[in-house]
């Protein structure tokens, strides 16, 4: 006699997740596991998670997909739905990590840096800080993707 009823304990548990951006459709696809930085710190996300609704910081986002690899997005600014099994990221700008042109974010980060220096006479300084992390974050994600290979 064959039991036609499966294993639920043998399935792999995973989540949805989307990352979408005012323009497109970013990501869209089952993981395993969802690393993000929310505006009061990093937080890891899998299958069952409590609902929330934060903003998320401009960060990278690690998503592990459903081979095990870990894979990089840049992300700038946003809002982040989690659901238990699903995660849905509404962001201003997102970028593979394996797309960012790595000496544009370090030419964009001189810049911020210079602009935060001038900031005090010209009163731009959350405008300057605001490119100067975003630039870093890019700048981390490259860093991030070589040290993976």
């Given at each position: 006699?064959?039991?036609?009823?499966?294993?639920?304990?043998?399935?792999?548990?995973?989540?949805?997740?989307?990352?979408?951006?005012?323009?497109?459709?970013?990501?869209?696809?089952?993981?395993?596991?969802?690393?993000?930085?929310?505006?009061?710190?990093?937080?890891?996300?899998?299958?069952?998670?409590?609902?929330?609704?934060?903003?998320?910081?401009?960060?990278?986002?690690?998503?592990?997909?459903?081979?095990?690899n870990k894979n990089i997005v840049n992300l700038y600014g946003g809002v982040l739905?989690?659901?238990?099994?699903?995660?849905?990221?509404?962001?201003?700008?997102?970028?593979?990590?394996?797309?960012?042109?790595?000496?544009?974010?370090?030419?964009?980060?001189?810049?911020?840096?210079?602009?935060?220096?001038?900031?005090?006479?010209?009163?731009d300084y959350s405008t300057a800080l605001s490119e100067l992390s975003r630039a870093?974050?890019?700048?981390?994600?490259?860093?991030?993707?070589?040290?993976?290979?």
């Open positions: 006699m064959t039991n036609n009823v499966s294993d639920a304990s043998s399935e792999v548990k995973k989540l949805h997740l989307r990352i979408v951006s005012a323009e497109k459709k970013i990501f869209s696809d089952d993981v395993l596991e969802v690393i993000v930085n929310g505006i009061d710190g990093g937080f890891g996300i899998r299958p069952g998670h409590s609902p929330l609704l934060t903003l998320i910081a401009s960060s990278n986002l690690v998503y592990v997909d459903l081979n095990g739905e989690i659901q238990p099994h699903s995660v849905t990221i509404l962001v201003d700008t997102a970028l593979r990590a394996e797309d960012i042109d790595e000496s544009k974010a370090l030419e964009a980060k001189e810049l911020a840096e210079k602009k935060l220096v001038n900031a005090a006479k010209d009163r870093l974050s890019q700048i981390k994600a490259v860093d991030l993707v070589k040290n993976r290979r």
